[in-house]
């Protein structure tokens, strides 16, 4: 059974930054492309980021680009997601996906980020 698990976010200052965790099992984890999605308040899912299985492919939409960093550890199962630079605009939940680009399950039960002075 996948199971990941969300963890590291809060409530921090625009400006400010948080890094997201989400530890994966119940899979093949190195060998999986992963994602992060998100869901503000009041709106659907948007994508954020995709990380190939080794790590070294990476992608991201045109709102995260230059201030989310996504990563991987596959010795310890755990997708990362750097986040900097925070808008009020970036507060949502924060979800990560075992899949691709458009993928939105399986995921999480999310961390929520708010961005709030």
């Known amino acids: 059974e996948v199971q990941l698990v969300e963890s590291g976010g809060g409530l921090v200052q625009p400006g400010g930054s948080l890094t997201l965790s989400c530890t994966a099992s119940?899979?093949?984890?190195?060998?999986?492309?992963m994602s992060w999605v998100r869901q503000p308040p009041g709106k659907g899912l948007e994508w954020v980021s995709v990380?190939?299985?080794?790590?070294?492919?990476?992608y991201y939409s045109d709102f995260a680009r230059g201030r989310f960093t996504i990563s991987r550890d596959n010795a310890k199962n755990i997708l990362y997601l750097q986040l900097s630079g925070l808008k009020t605009e970036d507060t949502a939940m924060y979800y990560c996906?075992?899949?691709?680009?458009?993928?939105?399950?399986?995921r999480g039960q999310g961390t929520q980020v708010t961005v709030s002075s």
């Open positions: 990380i190939n299985s080794g790590g070294r492919g990476t």
């Open positions: 119940g899979f093949d984890f190195s060998y999986s492309v």
């Open positions: 996906v075992k899949g691709s680009r458009g993928a939105f399950e399986p």
